[in-house]
């Protein structure tokens, strides 16, 4: 798996609130910042900078209405994925709080998240 993850480019855009990761010259992970990111909107759900258990009550919502064991995933310490939106909600420190930096990444990434991109693109709050 190292050697997987030593082949990811990484292009951070403070100007935007993003960083891109690349494998192969394709597009493998987007990481938008929850201070400073667009705000992204997912059936009507904005996932930036937002109160984790908001969105991970969300998820779980919108899991019960999806096929049962493929929606939701978590990856270590909690932080909850959605398979068919192609997003991890991960989160970012602010202050004495903790928001919402949604990572999005291919459907392939997901049997295998911690590994897929590189362990800064993961907080580590």
Sequence with gaps: AKETVSRVE????????LKLYYRQERLAGVV??????????????ALVGRVPS????????????REPCT???YMAAGVPGSE???V???V??????????PVFIPSE??????HFLPASAWSRC
């Design 10 to 17: 990484v292009g951070t855009h403070q100007e935007f609130g």
């Design 32 to 45: 938008v910042d929850a201070l400073r990111g667009p705000q992204v909107f997912a059936d009507d759900m």
């Design 54 to 65: 908001v969105l991970e009550q969300w998820l779980l919502d919108r899991a019960d209405a």
């Design 71 to 73: 929606e939701l995933s």
């Design 84 to 86: 068919s939106l192609g």
């Design 88 to 90: 991890v909600i991960d």
């Design 92 to 101: 970012q420190r602010a202050g004495d709080h903790l928001l919402t930096r």
């Design 109 to 114: 990434a997901m049997d295998d998240l911690p």
